[in-house]
C-alpha cells in the first residue's frame, strides 16, 4: 500500500503546526487526494482521528467539506460513522451538504444504519431529506430496518424511525421494500406495530414472492405478528376462511403442497442421477515433469547471503555488495537480497544504485516496510526529502511499530522545512 503523504499524517496526528508549515510556507493544496487508493483529503483524515483543532485549522484555510474520496464519503459521512455529533455539528457550520450520496447513501442513511439517533436529529435539523433512495440500501427509513436486531436493537431502530417519521419520510417507499415488508420479514413486532399505528399500508406485497406482510408472517409460523397485521390487512380471495386461524392454516397447506412437488422433482433427478454411467475409468491427473533439483542453487544463495551479513558487519561493504550480487543471481526474486545490497550501496556512497534495488525490493514485496524504509534512505542521501517522506509515511503504514520508520519521517519532514528555509535566505536567482 502506498502512504497517503505528509499533510494527511499530519493531520491525522493532530500537529497542527506541520500542517501550518507544510500548507503556509511549502504551499501544500489543502484539498489535496491521498497517495494511496482511498482519495481521502486531509481533513477526512482528521475527521477520522477525530482532531477537531487541526480540523477547524483546515476549514478555515479552505478545505472543502464537500470534496468526496474514492468511496463518494465526504468528511460528514466519516464523522456521521464515527457517531461523533460534535464534528457533524462543526462540519454543518462549516457548510457540509447534508444530502451527498456515497457508496453507502447520504449522510443519513449512514446515521440510520448505525443506529446513531442523535446524529439523524442533527442532519435533520439541518434539512437531511427523509426520503432519498440509495441504489444499495433504499431509503434511511428501508435502511435502519435492514440493520435492526443485528448491528442495533430494535429499540435503537425505533427511536431512529421516530425522528424520520415525524420528518415526513414516505412510510410505503417499495424501494427495495416498504418499511412495514422489512419489519416482517426480520420480526420485529414493535417497528410493525409502530408503523401500522402511523399510518403504513400493510396491503403492499414484497418485490420478491409478491406476498403482503400478513402471508410472510404466517408463512414463518410468527403468529404474534400475524395477529397484529389482520386487523390493517384487506381479506385475501384465495383464504377462504378470513381469520388469524385460517390465514395460518391456509400458508401451512400452501407450503405443504410445495413440499410434495419438491420431493416429486428430486425423486426425478435422482433416477436420472442413476442412470448416469459411474465406472469411469480413473486415468489419474496428468504428471508433472520432475522439477529440476534446485538444491545447489539454495546452498549457494545461502552461502551467498551470509558471506554477505558478516561483510556488513565488518563494515566491508564492497565485499558485501559482490557477495549479494552473487545471490541475486541466483534468485533474481528475493527481495530481501536487494534491500541489503541497497544498504551497501548507500554504505558506500552510491546513493542512485541504493535507490534502484531499493525500487527493486518494493516492486517484488510492496506489503514490506523495509523497502520503504531503503528507498526513504537513498531519496534523503540525494536530498529528496518530499518523496522520502512518502516513502517513509508508506512504510509507517505497514509497519506503525517501527520507531526507526517513525524517527526517520520526522527526520525527513525537518529536512523538507530546511530546504525551504535554506532557499528563501537565499532569495530569487
Avoid at 507544510?22 to 477525530?50: H, K, Y
Avoid at 410493525?192 to 400478513?214: F, T
Avoid at 544463495?301 to 558485501?320: C, H, I, P, Q, T
Avoid at 509507517?396 to 525537518?414: C, M, Q, R, T, Y
Wanted: with cysteine.
Amino acid at each position: 500500500m502506498e502512504d497517503m503523504g505528509p499533510l494527511h499524517e499530519a493531520a491525522c496526528t493532530g500537529k497542527i503546526e506541520t500542517c501550518q508549515y507544510l500548507v503556509e510556507q511549502l504551499g501544500f493544496d489543502i484539498n489535496t487526494e491521498a497517495n494511496d487508493d482511498s482519495g481521502m483529503t486531509p481533513l477526512a483524515c482528521a475527521v477520522l482521528r477525530d482532531k477537531s483543532v487541526t480540523m477547524e485549522y483546515l476549514l478555515d484555510k479552505g478545505a472543502n467539506p464537500n470534496k468526496q474520496d474514492n468511496k463518494r464519503f465526504t468528511p460528514l459521512h466519516y464523522a456521521t460513522k464515527e457517531g461523533n455529533n460534535r464534528l457533524v455539528r462543526l462540519l454543518l457550520s462549516k457548510g457540509a451538504s447534508v444530502d451527498v450520496l456515497s457508496s453507502e447513501g447520504t449522510p443519513l442513511h449512514v446515521a440510520a444504519s448505525y443506529g446513531k439517533s442523535g446524529i439523524i436529529q442533527i442532519l435533520l435539523q439541518h434539512n437531511a431529506d427523509p426520503n432519498t433512495v440509495s441504489a444499495d440500501l433504499g431509503t434511511p427509513m428501508a435502511a435502519v430496518l435492514c440493520v435492526a436486531s443485528g448491528r442495533i436493537t430494535e429499540s435503537d431502530a425505533l427511536k431512529c424511525m421516530k425522528l424520520l417519521v415525524k420528518a415526513g419520510a414516505d412510510l410505503n417507499c417499495a424501494n427495495p421494500d416498504t418499511p412495514l415488508v422489512i419489519a416482517t420479514s426480520k420480526d420485529l413486532s414493535e417497528c410493525v406495530e409502530y408503523l401500522l399505528e402511523v399510518g403504513a399500508d400493510a396491503n403492499i406485497p414484497s418485490n420478491q414472492g409478491r406476498m403482503i406482510p400478513i402471508e410472510m408472517a404466517a408463512n414463518s409460523g410468527r403468529r404474534k405478528l400475524v395477529e397484529i397485521l389482520f386487523p390493517f390487512t384487506l381479506p385475501i380471495q384465495s383464504v377462504s376462511n378470513w381469520s388469524v386461524e385460517g390465514i395460518i392454516a391456509h400458508e401451512k397447506l400452501r407450503q405443504s403442497n410445495k413440499g410434495k412437488q419438491s420431493d416429486k422433482d428430486s425423486n426425478v433427478q435422482l433416477k436420472l442421477n442413476a442412470e448416469v454411467t459411474t465406472n469411469k475409468e480413473d486415468s489419474g491427473a496428468p504428471k508433472k515433469p520432475c522439477a529440476k533439483d534446485k538444491g545447489g542453487d539454495k546452498d549457494k544463495k545461502a552461502e551467498m547471503k551470509l558471506l554477505g551479513a558478516k561483510a556488513v558487519e565488518r563494515k566491508d561493504y564492497a565485499a558485501a555488495l559482490k557477495f549479494y550480487s552473487e545471490a541475486i543471481k541466483v534468485d533474481p526474486e528475493d527481495a530481501t537480497l536487494y534491500s541489503n545490497r541497497s544498504l551497501c550501496h548507500l554504505k558506500s556512497g552510491e546513493a542512485h544504485d541504493a535507490l534502484a534495488d531499493a525500487i527493486v525490493c518494493v516492486n517484488l514485496q510492496p506489503d514490506w516496510a523495509k523497502g520503504y524504509y531503503r528507498k526513504g534512505a537513498a531519496l534523503m542521501s540525494l536530498k529528496e526529502s518530499k518523496e522520502a517522506c512518502d516513502a517513509f509515511l508508506a512504510g509507517g503504514k505497514l509497519n506503525p511499530a517501527s520507531v526507526e520508520i517513525h524517527d526517520a519521517f520526522w527526520e525527513a519532514i525537518e529536512a523538507m522545512k530546511k530546504q525551504h528555509s535554506d532557499r528563501q535566505s537565499a532569495g530569487p536567482v
